[in-house]
Nanobody, 126 residues
């Protein structure tokens, strides 16, 4: 049973923008912190952005601060990652993840996330 469904990846030139969406089941969305990670070839999975349960707080990885914005739509059980000023080093497979282990924290550790999407490719290239 697929519980996190990502969409919105693609090819974009440097300096461009892209939006990724992750739709969760209502059960997961209402009780989980939601985050985005990314993994480039040969590298470890990296925390990009996250929100705690309910979405009151958000956090960002250092490499994307000021360029990426995470938002949520409680009515649609969806989180959206708006990515602006994209760089070639942003190229990676992006994964949506959810954790029920923390209510207020926004963990950046891969191992504490209970659910993962299938991943969507983002390529930044001219």
């Amino acid at each position: 049973q697929v519980q996190l469904v990502e969409s919105g990846g693609g090819l974009v030139p440097p300096g461009g923008s892209l939006s990724l969406s992750c739709e969760a089941s209502q059960d997961i969305f209402s009780s989980s912190g939601m985050s985005w990670f990314r993994q480039a070839p040969g590298k470890e999975r990296e925390f990009v952005a996250g929100r705690n349960v309910g979405g009151r707080n958000t956090a960002y990885g250092d490499s994307v601060k000021g360029r990426f914005t995470l938002s949520g739509d409680n009515a649609k059980n969806t989180v959206t990652l708006q990515m602006n000023s994209l760089k070639p080093e942003d190229t990676a497979v992006y994964y949506c993840a959810a954790t029920r282990q923390f209510s207020n924290r926004i963990p950046s550790t891969v191992s504490v996330y209970d659910y993962w999407g299938q991943g969507t490719q983002v390529t930044v290239s001219s």
